[in-house]
């Protein structure tokens, strides 16, 4: 029995979840500040699922969990209190989680421990659910109670839904950073060219850095302005970009009066030519600098010693050796590989090095020198680890013969290679490409995973490719190989496997150094780890992805335009309401395109009042703008118009975003109603010699009007708003009370009552609303006059009825004298009387026996109304069948057919019915001409009633003559022709009037006569 309303409350519940959802959705595209939109879902997920507590934890770069923002917390956590992020743990847990995390009872969970956070304020269940994704997780949005609870997968899904819209909210910060970004490198300096190269717009910028005289410019070509500028690239460059319509990039030196480098980037156009530069001469000197730093380090190298470096694993045995003094060695590096340390030179050497390498493999750097081949080596030997553990050892050996020009040469390298990381790379190289000796510093090596120490002495290029992850390295390898061919740069984006044993991105630039022949000769170059950019470019195409689905399911439109008015996006919903994709708008004056209207004066919208553009202007639009518009397609609607403007750090407005709700039947249902309360109001005011009255479930009036108010010297104002047993005396109210009430129990009623000298006529009804609260209608008419006039009129009737029947039985008493004095005479002299005289005798008692019978008709006819019996239900069919009964003789001398339908049950007086079927079936057969008679009788339901109609095929009636037939005593046909007192039709008239009905004929000569009346159903 209780299914449904729960079932009502869990739909309702997830209404509001919904309604939560759409309105954070909203306020993240209006959001600037994200701790707010924090706190703002903290309050509204708590408040949502009844729970103590939430909160928002931001995963900081320490893998630490930070409350960023929260309620229900105790005073001093929020941005102190921190989370573990191990999997132990209920938020470590999450953070791997790709589905929402629900807790019944924490102390029964066996998945993971609760933290100090949670147990500390007792929380017992909860849902928490990670922001982001959790290959990049930005944080973890969670929920607790102090509660079992046993949470639905809607609350589960919910939260989610707002950790979606943060993650979106989120990433818009993100871009919005870009953009500013951008804006401030592409907003230093700009001219604008025409096809005739003239100058059609400078910046302030532009003019400060190539116009410091303040020259006219404008409308000036720039060729004549700055005649140097032919005889450089940026002629050149500038006709190309106009000539392919393709942007170009390029840096070039103007001499005085500007002597400066400049970085140059421009872009054609329809119109020409737009060019956005800036001042790079100081990075250019600083370039240059380093350039010429990089040449002597790259002299010191190619003149630098032999040496070897060799990589050794735990058994000694050697995997990997290189290096240019293997020229001068009875050993080649390919050797060596795979050699224990035993197996290289006599057993000094291998006396010499073994202590050194196995102290190494236990983490110790060594230094020791022998002789080997005839010359004296110092070798070096350092662990290679993975942060925890020495995974290999690196021995890097150097002929030392000349140590002191070694030394000197290697301190030179070490400097070069120190001022080469100083210059803003996090690892560098040099590779010596004759004897494939590459040389790294620490950075670069531990990147790769190589000992810094044998990297700094210089190994094979094959030990760094190997470390390339596999789908990049072919791909990292024919960059390498193009730059080798063409002595040129060299740049490269890839993941390479760092000592720990994971990939990390990285990005390498270099270029190739070649001698007089072309042959390459070194290849240094620069590396960086671009790890962390590509995590937040995931996580930013995520959270955009994100955006994007929430801006196109919001259930309102939203239309978003940049500062100068152009309209750059619009979702689904806004294109609905505008019938089609109308977002091309460049600025505000092309708003005037768009036709739209005040919707409370009618006034047309000019394009600086259109809401977008006063947003645009700084201004919120919380207060929304009512405006009707025309859509494309042709569809004129009522929107509902809110608006926001997004700004910078500095306060400037740099976007719009404006939402729209299609209000037109909200509006136009508003507008019928109000038409409809107007018309109303105007009825019950007005209503005619009555009162028209509304009252609620105390019985107190809340509305009243109409004419009968003041008549009945009530005040209308005093009256709304008392009960009526405050209106009233106690006996009106002991009549009226029982009515009231049945009218707030669904119920009509209608009953007379006296009040004020009148005699009152009135109805309750009861007024169905959408609400619990009842309400019902009083409907008021004065009938006092009517009343009088009713009793006015049943005494005339009276009176008539009196006077028929006397006039009747004295016209009776003269003519049954006369009939008798006639037949006595007959019967006397009828031997006396010739022909003549008893054809006179025959005149007169048939002119007595006509007379009787119109006395008795009028008779009839008069008490119609006063002497019927009351209403009941009657069976037409069985009043039918008596009357045929009565008419068989007549029905058989005439052959009349007569043929009927089913015939229905009606409210009536059976006499005065069976009196109207006798009249018109006579009337048929005795207006039937020449052939026997032939009658149909039918039935038809219309409505509440019943119609009859009697047709039959006789001599018919000229339809100019159809209205006389219903008229007393009037005949169309002689006595000759015809029998009959010509009140026969008119009665049938009166009983069919009585019953609430009317009777109709439809004739034409010849053609028969169809007779149609009607009664009530029987209910």
């Not at 250019?284 to 470096?309: C, H, K, M, Q, W």
């Not at 919707?599 to 947003?615: F, K, L, Q």
Request: overall charge negative.
């Amino acid at each position: 029995m209780d299914s449904a309303p729960e079932t009502d409350a869990a739909l309702r519940r997830r209404i509001r979840q919904q309604e939560v959802v759409a309105d954070l959705g909203q306020r993240a595209l209006e959001a600037d500040d994200l701790d707010r939109l924090f706190r703002e879902a903290s309050t509204a997920v708590a408040d949502t699922l009844e729970a103590e507590y939430a909160k928002v934890l931001e995963l900081r770069s320490d893998d630490a969990l930070v409350l960023r923002a929260g309620v229900g917390w105790r005073a001093g956590l929020i941005g102190s209190a921190t989370v573990p992020t191990d999997t132990d743990s209920q938020a470590g847990y999450t953070l791997l989680s790709e589905e929402p995390v629900v807790v019944d009872d924490l102390r029964g969970e066996e998945r993971f421990s609760g933290p100090d956070l949670l147990v500390d304020h007792g929380v017992v269940s909860g849902i928490s659910v990670v922001v982001g994704s959790p290959e990049e997780p930005w944080g973890v949005l969670g929920v607790h109670a102090t509660e079992t609870r046993a949470f639905t997968p809607y609350d589960a899904n919910f939260v989610k839904s707002v950790a979606n819209v943060l993650a979106s909210a989120i990433e818009s910060e993100h871009r919005r950073s870009e953009l500013e970004e951008i804006h401030g490198r592409i907003s230093d300096a700009f001219f604008a060219l025409d096809e005739d190269w003239e100058f059609t717009y400078l910046n302030d910028r532009a003019e400060e850095l190539i116009n410091p005289d303040g020259r006219q410019l404008l409308g000036k070509p720039v060729w004549a302005a700055f005649p140097e500028a032919e005889r450089r690239e940026f002629k050149p460059r500038y006709e190309h970009a106009m000539a392919e319509a393709e942007a170009v990039t390029f840096e070039e030196y103007y001499p005085e009066p500007l002597d400066s480098w400049f970085e140059v980037r421009a872009y054609p156009s329809e119109t020409g030519l737009s060019v956005y530069f800036r001042d790079v001469t100081e990075r250019t000197e600083r370039e240059r600098d380093l350039e010429r730093s990089e040449r002597r380090y790259r002299t010191l190298a190619e003149s630098f010693p032999n040496g070897i470096v060799a990589l050794f694993d735990d058994d000694l045995e050697f995997a990997l050796a290189a290096g240019r003094a293997f020229e001068n060695l009875p050993i080649e590096a390919d050797d060596l590989e795979g050699k224990h340390v035993r197996e290289i030179g006599d057993g000094a050497v291998a006396d010499a090095l073994e202590p050194k390498l196995r102290a190494t493999l236990e983490g110790a750097e060594s230094t020791v020198e022998l002789e080997y081949a005839g010359r004296n080596w110092r070798v070096h030997t350092v662990p290679v680890t993975d942060d925890e553990s020495v995974v290999s050892g690196m021995a890097m050996a150097q002929d030392v013969t000349d140590r002191r020009d070694r030394e000197r040469s290697l301190r030179e390298a070490k400097a070069q290679l120190e001022a080469a990381t100083e210059a803003g790379a996090v690892g560098t190289w040099e590779w010596h490409v004759v004897d494939d000796r590459l040389v790294t510093g620490a950075a670069f090596a531990q990147q790769f995973g190589i000992d810094p120490d044998a990297a700094r002495e210089g190994v094979a290029l094959e030990a760094f490719v190997d470390s390339i992850h596999e789908d990049d390295r072919e791909r990292v390898e024919r960059r390498i190989e193009a730059a080798l061919e063409s002595c040129g740069e060299y740049e490269a984006e890839y993941r390479v496997r760092d000592a720990d044993g994971e990939f990390r991105w990285v990005v390498a630039r270099g270029r190739v150094e070649c001698d007089a022949d072309g042959n390459p000769v070194t290849f240094p170059g620069a590396l960086v780890d671009i790890t962390e950019r590509k995590r937040v470019e995931r996580q930013l195409a995520e959270q955009r992805r994100q955006l994007e689905t929430l801006f196109e399911v919001l259930p309102v439109g939203v239309v978003v335009a940049e500062a100068d008015g152009r309209l750059v996006e619009a979702n689904d919903a806004a294109a609905e309401i505008w019938g089609g994709d109308v977002f091309d708008a460049e600025t505000v004056a092309d708003y005037e395109r768009y036709d739209g209207w005040w919707a409370d004066t009618g006034e047309p919208i000019e394009p600086e009042e259109w809401t977008m553009s006063r947003v645009l202007e700084g201004e919120t639009i919380l207060d929304p703008d009512v405006i009707e518009i025309e859509a494309a397609d042709g569809e004129r609607r009522t929107v509902l118009v809110h608006g926001m403007p997004i700004t910078d750090e500095s306060g400037e407005v740099v976007r719009g975003v404006l939402t729209q709700t299609d209000v037109t039947e909200r509006r136009g249902y508003r507008r019928r109603l109000e038409e409809s309360e107007q018309r109303y109001r105007t009825l019950a005011e007005n209503f005619p010699n009555g009162v028209v009255a509304l009252f609620d479930d105390d019985l107190r009036y809340t509305a009243a009007g109409g004419n009968l108010i003041a008549d009945l010297g009530i005040d209308r104002e005093s009256a709304v708003g008392k009960t009526i047993y405050e209106r009233y005396p106690d006996e009106i109210v002991e009549t009226v009370e029982p009515y009231f009430e049945a009218a707030l129990e669904g119920e009509e009623n209608t009953f007379e009552v006296s009040y004020a000298g009148r005699e009152l006529w009135a109805h309750t009804i009861p007024v169905r609303t959408t609400g619990s609260a009842r309400q019902g209608m009083l409907v008021v008419q004065d009938v006092t006059e009517r009343r009088e006039y009713q009793r006015k009129l049943e005494a005339s009737n009276e009176r008539l009825e009196q006077f028929a029947y006397a006039a009747s039985h004295d016209l009776q008493e003269p003519l049954r004298m006369i009939t008798s004095y006639l037949q006595l005479l007959e019967d006397r002299y009828a031997e006396e009387l010739d022909a003549d005289g008893e054809e006179f005798i025959e005149y007169a008692v048939d002119g007595a026996e006509r007379m009787r019978e119109m006395i008795d008709g009028l008779l009839a006819y008069s008490r119609v109304e006063t002497q019927g019996d009351p209403f009941e239900p009657v069976d037409l069919d069985a009043v039918l069948e008596d009357v045929l009964a009565d008419l068989r003789l007549r029905i058989e001398e005439s052959g009349a057919e007569i043929t009927t339908a089913s015939l229905p049950r009606i409210e009536g007086d059976e006499g005065q019915l069976r009196q109207v079927f006798q009249n018109l079936l006579e009337n048929a057969i005795e207006y039937s001409g020449d052939d026997p008679p032939r009658v149909r009788i039918d039935a038809e339901r219309d409505g509440s009633r019943w119609r009859i109609a009697v047709r039959d095929e006789g001599i018919g009636i000229d339809p100019e003559q159809q209205e006389r037939v219903f008229e007393v005593f009037q005949r169309l046909h002689s006595r000759d022709e015809h029998d009959g007192t010509g009140i026969g039709l008119a009665l049938c008239r009166r009983v069919v009037e009585r019953h609430g009905g009317e009777i109709t004929v439809d004739s034409e000569p010849d053609e028969g006569t169809t007779f149609t009346f009607t009664l009530p159903a029987a209910e």
